[in-house]
């Protein structure tokens, strides 16, 4: 089984491409809504509740795991993958949404100027513009910090006349840099994708890690046969939470396309 975790619901947008690009596997996803925003929290907190949700989704059968949040990714993956697991799950992996996403900027950016908008904790982390100097130390890279996006998109307001006008403050810096492509570093903003395309330049890369991640999955699936074989194949899918709100089934079928039965649980 394939576990999914985010910090809310954000992370659904990436389990969407999964469900599209490998069907065949059975999935649990589990959405931390009771302790969500963890953009704003310290490394030291990202990472004890990622390794809590880990420790989870493992104990429920999971083999291999996706961090499909960024500022988990940017924050606690590290310490997962070389301090958590080779004393807990040596057998298994855990695997984030930065690196791909990184490697896709680079393949498609032409001239090495690469913008990134994110939550606050994901920008002040550096860890896109570590991960994007250590593949090309030539590459400029602008990052912008959008705190306000995400509480937009998770009040359904994205259609609000104001979302346009905050959308172009965040991208004005990005512009003026004359980035080539551009990195959405948070789960949410690919709700706001081709509001974000209009206000850029017309020949700019836009890149969703949702879509990105899952042609990596894939390609690492066939580069490691003794974790594919590994993968239970039932089709299933559960949807997990820290917390059940009413907006829960009105979000999640914003970011997953369609209605949701999700199941409480605690970690």
Request: with cysteine; charged share 20%; aromatic share 8%.
């Amino acid at each position: 089984m394939i576990g999914v975790f985010d910090s809310g619901f954000g992370g659904l947008v990436v389990l969407r491409e999964f469900l599209q690009a490998l069907p065949q596997y059975d999935y649990l996803y589990l959405g931390d809504n009771a302790r969500i925003p963890y953009g704003t929290r310290s490394d030291k907190v990202v990472v004890r509740f990622t390794a809590q949700a880990v420790d989870f989704l493992f104990r429920q059968g999971c083999n291999l795991i996706i961090l499909a949040c960024h500022t988990a990714s940017a924050k606690a993956l590290r310490t997962i993958q070389q301090v958590y697991l080779p004393v807990h799950y040596p057998e298994r992996r855990v695997l984030g949404v930065v690196i791909p996403t990184v490697e896709e900027a680079l393949a498609r950016s032409r001239g090495k100027r690469i913008g990134i908008i994110a939550t606050e904790g994901t920008v002040t982390s550096l860890s896109f513009d570590l991960e994007l100097k250590k593949l090309d130390p030539e590459v400029e890279v602008v990052q912008q910090a959008c705190p306000l996006l995400v509480p937009i998109i998770e009040s359904g307001e994205q259609e609000w006349e104001g979302t346009g006008m905050i959308l172009k403050r965040y991208l004005a810096p990005l512009k003026a840099a004359q980035v080539d492509t551009l990195i959405l570093g948070c789960t949410h903003y690919s709700i706001l994708k081709e509001k974000i395309r209009a206000l850029m330049e017309d020949n700019l890369e836009l890149i969703c890690s949702g879509q990105v991640t899952a042609a990596k999955l894939v390609d690492y699936l066939h580069r490691h046969p003794e974790m594919e074989t590994r993968l239970s194949r039932g089709g299933s899918r559960r949807y997990l939470t820290t917390d059940l709100t009413p907006r829960f089934q009105q979000l999640a079928s914003l970011f997953m396309g369609q209605s949701l039965t999700p199941e409480v649980v605690e970690l």
